[in-house]
């Protein structure tokens, strides 16, 4: 008997303390919200989620955010309980959170509950630039909170955002020599993407505030790569770096390579299953927490399609293309029966920016700044 493909669990906490002006994921502010009524629907939500996948062990849970750190340890050991009781978990699983700086004193509860990987929101080195990503902590309490964190968990990552207003490429690199000083094992590397429909996008388009050139931007994702890698720490996707294939994020790997995960929790999106064996299943839950817990009790709380071929390839293609070993050609063409765009492939290729081997497909460092292009024309349709 095959063994059954890997299966990851995301739980989407939406609340924080505070809405950052850059960020446009499914977010709300914490104060005053019920709690205890969005941690019972998630519950249920699982619960029904177990009904639909039949039988299967889980190899990651990933808690993400919003600030899952805000979520009480109480219901965060809740739903490791709840998922290891309908599920199980196979044998080193990943169970991962995302934590923001500011509630370091709720780690140790977040480890008792179950948690062995966190990724701490540090974002920047100093108070000013803190201050201008309108993040409601400190430098130092950051770095602090990364310290507890290391003393904690297994395994410790930080994300930071580069390319802000006023930064320069000699300014990143004295901020991520800081950052790989710190002897972390993974680094998430964000640059700044200015939003539509964000505070910061509004700032941008009255022209009071203006992110770095394209061509310091640009240098700043080199110097990103040369630190990293000078340091040890591959840069296994676009924006992420770790210490050796222990050390790379499980949970994302699905996202990248065409994996199955069922999602919990308001605005969470789900996918099971491939178009050759029956269908792709796409699930994105109610946005807002009422909207969310009040679909779960009567039964639903999701959206869902079955992706076509052609969705499941461009989708396939798009992410897969994001890591270093790149898209796995023979499983997309078993998934789905396409291929990617040859003609396309082949021009990347004499341009040194794509390498076509072991039928797989991947964006070489010369073409690491063109990913976004490339990935479109490969995408078949
Ligand atoms: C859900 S948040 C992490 C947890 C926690 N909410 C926090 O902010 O510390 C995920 C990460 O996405 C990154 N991020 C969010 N919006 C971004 C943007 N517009 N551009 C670049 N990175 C962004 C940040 O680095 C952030 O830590
Ligand atoms: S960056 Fe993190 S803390 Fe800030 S609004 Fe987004 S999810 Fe919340």
Redo the contacts with the bound molecule.
Sequence with gaps: MSTPPALGLYVHWPY?????P??D?N?YRARGADTGALTAAILDDIARWRDRTGARRLTSLHFG???PSLMPPGDIAAVIEAADRLFGFEDGAEIGL?A?PKEAARLPGIASAGVERVSV?VQAFDDASLDAL??DHGAEEALAAVADAQDLFARVSIDLIYAREGQTPDGWRAELERAVALGLDHLSLYQLTIEPGTAFARKAERGALIPPASEDAAEMFEIAQDLTAAAGLQAYEISNHARGAANRSVHNRLYWTGGDWIGAGPGAHSRLGRHSEGGRLSAEAAATPGGYAAGVAAGGGHETAVLTALEEAQERVLMGLRIAEGLDRADLRGATGLDIDMDAARRFEAQGMLALHDDRAAITPAGRLYADRISMELAPG
Excluded: L, Q, S, W
């Excluded at 924080?16 to 950052?20: L, M, P, S, V």
């Design positions: 924080c303390a505070r809405i950052c850059y960020c994921f977010v955010g919003g600030t995302e923001n929101g309108g993040r």
